[in-house]
């Protein structure tokens, strides 16, 4: 079984759109998003939930008034500045800011303070019309997305087990944090969508690093390479030095946001460049 | 000489967030920020730090950010587990008689295992999670200050809050936030006076826009909205702005003379000074 991962450094690159068409055009694979933050594929292959799991990340503390003398001690523990009075409502935990690790609750002299499980988010696992898909849904104002991430991913080879899939498909997260080195742990190959910006050439080296660090195998791919050829070249150049095929340019036309308007994979929706340049891309890597 | 944002006397403090990456949060930073005066721009996107790429910035100051790691001393140590049975994140395993293990890459450093050691023997070391840097515009207008996130590194939010800690109370300041709705958006955003949300008009951008808008009315923030490449996608942006009742501060057009400048690390109000009002314009809708 091969696992691969789209990534970008970057949002916003055009990732999803290639994972959307990769989905339509291989058979018998899962398909998994790991954006569990800002997800996006299901706006393209429209799953229809059949599981849904609760997630619990990160605990939170919780103060209880009833027991609290006021004397701060908590306050002065966190680290993290997650507590703070109010002359309202005294001693209170703001959870968006608490990263339950319990060391207001190990030094208050009161026993005031608890730690709390709390539901950080979903997972999902969905039948779409182009095979099992895996994915989640990170509540706002929380921790522990690369934990969500491992979540989806443990689901994802349970899925591919059962149903004999040779591929696990992967739209990463954005960054280069905590939930993409988590979308990135044991892949076969990461594939990098760039575009000829600055910005772009920048993420593209970050994330490289990135790959390189874990020893992950890398392909990139340039997308919209026509509004700034110069930079297009610069990247293929900047690939070749460090031993990185581009295995793909997929021109810049209005069609792929007309698909995402109309939900469906850009392959799917109309054939043309940007659908046959795909194709070579997917081609590219296998 | 240009515009700065007061609120009762007092610089503001706007942060600059979206939903989904890529949409141009970045560059509604960096040309807001070039259309006002006496301006610092932080960078708190840490794990991809982009507004550096079009300000030709003049770095004056590297410095590295650390977060506490616990060390132990095996003269005290008696292999006793409590600090390994505290730590929630399971950074310590305790090895008896042998040592006690840490996992640096889980480890929050919130102090609970050297409070929790009944032989005092955890001590605390710094470890470098990244470098902040700070420096002026190549024009010397804008004040920068921004994270770079190490390789491998997960622990965004504690080097968040360290560029934090340089922000300039006498003047405006600008944050660039990292996309998304997670714990690094929080520790980015808290504190501003006012959150410009960026989007563009598609079905994606939609979706992440919601996320976004949730997150700002928990946290209390006013917040209203720049759409960029205006003209692609569809309507329902619009539509749901105005169900909302989020104002809409700028439309920046999908027009490919943008697309190029920004594709070549040029902020576009450099090139297309007639934008620089427009920007600068943003601020009276804020005070509204
Ligand atoms: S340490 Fe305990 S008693 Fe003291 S303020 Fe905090 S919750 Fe209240
Ligand atoms: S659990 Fe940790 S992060 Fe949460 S409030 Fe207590 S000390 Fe702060
Ligand atoms: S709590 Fe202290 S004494 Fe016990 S194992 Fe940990 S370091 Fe050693
Ligand atoms: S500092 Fe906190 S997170 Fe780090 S090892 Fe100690 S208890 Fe665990």
Redesign the interface.
Known sequence: MKQITVI??????GK?TLVGSFAALVENKVIVDCDV??P?LH?LLHPEIIKKEEFKG??VAVIDKTLCSECGTCEE?C???AIASTEESGYAVNP??C?????CV??CPQEAVT?KERVSGYAFISKTNYGTMVHAQ?N????A??KLVTVVRNNAQQVAEKEGCELILIDGS?????P??ASLAGVDLALIVT??????L??LE?IM??TR??GIASAVCINKYD??EE?SKRITEFCRQRGIQVVGNIPYD?VV?EA??A?MPVVEFAEGVVSDAIKVVWDGIN | MGRTMQQNGEPMIIAVASGKGGTGKTTVAVNLALSLSNVQLMDCDVEEPNSHIFLNPVIEEIKPAYTLVPRVNYDLCDYCGKCAAACEYNALVAVPQKEVMLFPELCHGCGLCSLVCPQDAISEEPREIGVIKTGKSGDGNVDLVYGVLNIGEIMATPLIDQVKADLDPEKTVIIDVSPGTACPVIAAVQGSDYCILVTEPTPFGLYDLRLAVEVLRVLKIPFGMVINKAGIGDRKVYEYCEKEGIPILLEIPHDTRIARYYSEGVPFVKAMPEWKERFAGIIDKVLL
Not at chain 1, 8 to 13: Q, R, V
Not at chain 1, 140 to 143: C, L, S, Y
Request: aromatic share 4%; glycine share 16%.
């Open positions: 970008s450094g970057k949002g916003g690159t999803t933050d800002a996006d706006l990160v605990k523990t680290r993290f500045n968006a800011r990263e339950g690790c319990g060391a190990f030094t730690l990170l706002i104002a929380e921790e997305s690369g954005p960054g280069i944090g905590c993409v080195i575009e000829p910006t600055m910005s772009g920048h993420d970050r690093d990135v660090h874990f509004i700034n930079n209005s946001t995402m308007v939900g």
